[in-house]
């Protein structure tokens, strides 16, 4: 499909959850596949910015693939891919690590978080944490992407790639396209049910307030049931005092269509919100993981996708990275 260029991805760090399906997935499948020339990836190389079990993150790797493809991408559509299957990325993100500097990388909130959490575990932090953002600007820059559909944690990097882009482009002519962060209008930013200020993030430690969506329909039922509220008694979404109740009304209206301050009206009580959230959920997630496991069943399939798509990548980005070097000054090689 010719037009607008869209891209995004998921990180293979752990099982997708309930958040990356709200404030990503979903729409991916349900509309911009539908509208624009989208271009989808399991982004492999993120996942070794972390300490990573190399057999976990290959199978995490797999699964992601097949779950793109279970919430509904269709492979005549659009392009589902693995990253670390088309050498663009890695090619252009050392470009792009010339194009950063080192002060604007060390103030991505994703990256104080996450050294911070390392050095806490008493792990060291990898020098690709910091650089990170960099791959991420050569992913979505490559393919000279106009919208980037994430959730709104994603926010603070995609201004980075932008900022790169507008820069690369001033400094050695015009080369990619400046792209823009497109957020859900509802569920941008999905909350852990037990600590409902932390975001819903699929390697916490901690998993009794993470819906994955591989989970079985008692697990997320119970999961959902046990979310952390608070000690009012009416139901009412306020983000900032409530947070529980008001990730429950986000999820709600997420998965129902609905808005979450009218929802909040129509309930008397937080064990009638959460039965209708998780029985909203497990609907929601019903028909992914079924075709998860028809799909699962036929790694064949999935791998004629993944290389089917890594194809189309490479001659996606290949002729704007060429253009990329040849701009900073590389000599060509002939
Ligand atoms: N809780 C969330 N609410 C809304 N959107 C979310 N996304 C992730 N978590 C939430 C969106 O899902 C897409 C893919 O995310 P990712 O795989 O790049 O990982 P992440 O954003 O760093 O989130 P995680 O799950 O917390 O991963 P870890 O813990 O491994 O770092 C993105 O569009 C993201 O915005």
């Known amino acids: 499909m010719a037009g607008k260029r869209i891209f995004s991805g998921v990180k293979p760090t752990g099982h997708l959850t309930l958040?990356?399906?709200?404030?990503?997935?979903?729409?991916?499948a349900d509309e911009d596949q539908h509208r624009a020339d989208a271009v989808f990836c399991v982004v492999d190389l993120h996942a070794l910015t972390v300490e990573h079990d190399p057999?976990?993150?290959?199978?995490?790797?797999?699964?992601?693939?097949?779950?793109?493809?279970?919430?509904?991408?269709?492979?005549?559509?659009?392009?589902?891919?693995?990253q670390s299957h088309v050498d663009e990325h890695a090619r252009l993100s050392y470009l792009m690590e010339c194009t950063a500097s080192d002060g604007e990388m060390r103030r991505m909130i994703q990256y104080k978080e996450k050294a911070a959490g390392a050095q806490a575990r008493g792990e060291g932090v990898r020098l690709s944490l910091l650089t990170y953002p960099a791959?991420?600007?050569?992913?979505?820059?490559?393919?000279?992407?106009?919208?980037?559909?994430?959730?709104?944690?994603?926010?603070?990097?995609?201004?980075?790639?932008?900022?790169?882009?507008?820069?690369?482009?001033?400094?050695?002519?015009?080369?990619?396209?400046?792209?823009?962060?497109?957020?859900?209008?509802?569920?941008?930013?999905?909350?852990?049910?037990?600590?409902?200020?932390?975001?819903?993030?699929?390697?916490?430690a901690r998993t009794a307030g993470i819906v994955f969506l591989l989970d079985e329909a008692e697990t997320v039922r119970k999961k959902v049931m046990r979310a952390v509220t608070d000690?009012?008694?009416?139901?009412?979404?306020?983000?900032?005092?409530?947070?529980?109740?008001?990730?429950?009304?986000?999820?709600?209206?997420?998965?129902?269509?609905?808005?979450?301050?009218?929802?909040?009206?129509?309930?008397?009580?937080?064990?009638a919100l959460k039965k209708d959230t998780a029985?909203?959920?497990?609907?929601?997630?019903?028909?992914?993981?079924?075709?998860?496991?028809?799909?699962?069943?036929?790694?064949?399939?999935?791998?004629?996708?993944?290389?089917?798509?890594?194809?189309?990548?490479?001659?996606?980005a290949r002729p704007r990275v060429d253009a990329a070097y040849r701009a900073v000054g590389l000599l060509p090689a002939v």
């Open 135 to 204: 791959l991420m600007a050569a992913d979505i820059l490559a393919y000279g992407t106009d919208e980037v559909p994430v959730g709104e944690d994603q926010a603070q990097h995609l201004e980075l790639a932008r900022d790169l882009a507008v820069r690369f482009n001033r400094r050695y002519g015009p080369t990619f396209v400046v792209p823009k962060a497109i957020h859900p209008t509802v569920a941008a930013r999905v909350m852990d049910l037990q600590e409902p200020v932390s975001k819903m993030g699929k390697s916490q």
């Open 279 to 316: 029985e909203a959920v497990v609907e929601l997630l019903r028909p992914v993981r079924e075709r998860h496991a028809e799909l699962a069943a036929d790694p064949g399939y999935v791998d004629a996708v993944l290389r089917a798509g890594a194809a189309r990548a490479r001659e996606l």
């Open 55 to 82: 057999a976990r993150v290959r199978r995490l790797s797999r699964q992601a693939a097949t779950l793109l493809l279970a919430t509904g991408l269709d492979p005549q559509r659009c392009t589902v891919f693995v």
């Open 231 to 271: 000690a009012h008694a009416d139901v009412v979404y306020d983000r900032a005092e409530r947070p529980g109740v008001a990730n429950l009304l986000d999820v709600l209206a997420a998965c129902s269509g609905g808005d979450p301050q009218a929802l909040a009206g129509a309930y008397g009580s937080y064990g």
């Open 19 to 28: 958040g990356n399906y709200l404030g990503a997935m979903r729409r991916w």
